[in-house]
């Protein structure tokens, strides 16, 4: 049902996170994975760990990840025009049902094609992922990023959102000749209030430039191509 001819991932777990096989079988890093090893937040997420409690943290993280494996597999049955509405009665569950409520009435309607979903973007040697959804979004080639959250976060918060969804439509635009320059991300907190975040040309260019030197710098750290 995709427009384009994508690779299906070899993932590989490691210490330091996520790795994927390359088409010479050699390890390249998780987007994710890069971010995660050269961000200044490690320090607070660290902090906020003392502070509630190992089992505690575990349970908060477990939660949201839940809520957002559940709410992202709905809104890909919607856009592929599946059954969607088959959650439980569990918290989790019915807040999953009442998000993804939200996203569809309020924000996937701007998609206006989808190209696919959840699918793998791989450059030999540079890094790899899983993009939530590559199509158009109001007419616009973009990449679209579906996030959950316990509150909506401030713009200036969620940079690292913006270079992941750089990095992907770079990946994109090598492996299939497209022009996507486009980043949106849709959010949606356990309150029900939806954001929209929209990444235009000039401001895809300037973090693109941020992904490369955050690329370069985990690579130095780890002597990735070693």
Known sequence: MSKYNY????????????????????????VTTVLSNTSNNSSGILEWRMRVGDEEADRIIKQSTDIGTAVHLAIENYLYKKEWNIFGTTYEEKISEQITKRFISDGLNKITEVWGLEVGLILDKLFAGT?????TYSGTPTLIDFKTAKKIKRREWIEDYFLQGCAYANAHNVMFDTDIRQIVILMVDRDLIFKEFIVKENEFRHLTEKWKKRLILFDKKYNNND
């Open 131 to 135: 993009a939530d959804c590559v199509g």
């Open 7 to 30: 690779p299906n991932l070899e993932k590989v777990d490691t210490e330091i996170g996520r790795f994927y096989k390359d088409s010479n079988q050699k390890l390249v890093p998780s």
